[in-house]
Nanobody, 124 residues
Framework: QAQLVESGGGMVQAGGSLRLSCQTP????????MGWFRQAPGKEREFVAA????????YNVDLVKGRFTISKDNRKSTVYLQMNNLKPEDTAVYFC?????????????????WGQGTQVTVSA
């Protein structure tokens, strides 16, 4: 399976920003839909955002609309999640994942490859 490596997590105060990165093999970023998920302590993993293989379509969950933006740079084989106006409830481990091309999905069962995650902690 293709290796996905997340980075960019850390601790930030409420209202702050972070940019997460997901380094992928070139073939993955070019031919797969990519998504970001998160898992807070004691909760199930949930969908955050997805981007299509071509980059022409993006999809965010309502909780992060207007605050988080997913993008990708094929030249750098990297998918990004720009997170602005962070809230304490955004605290979680954030994962990137790859899915077969088609309409970007919020269902984690559609995603084949997963990274190990990066911790984001937002203090009040």
């Amino acid at each position: 399976q293709a290796q996905l490596v997340e980075s960019g997590g850390g601790m930030v105060q409420a209202g702050g920003s972070l940019r997460l990165s997901c380094q992928t093999p070139l073939r993955t970023v070019m031919w797969y839909n990519m998504g970001w998920f998160r898992q807070a302590p004691g909760k199930e993993r949930e969908f955050v955002a997805a981007i299509s293989r071509t980059g022409s379509s993006t999809y965010n969950v309502d909780l992060v609309k207007g605050r988080f933006t997913i993008s990708k740079d094929n030249r750098k084989s990297t998918v990004y999640l720009q997170m602005n106006n962070l809230k304490p409830e955004d605290t979680a481990v954030y994962f990137c994942a790859a899915a077969q091309p088609g309409t970007p999905s919020s269902d984690e069962k559609s995603y084949e490859n997963w990274g190990q995650g990066t911790q984001v902690t937002v203090s009040a």
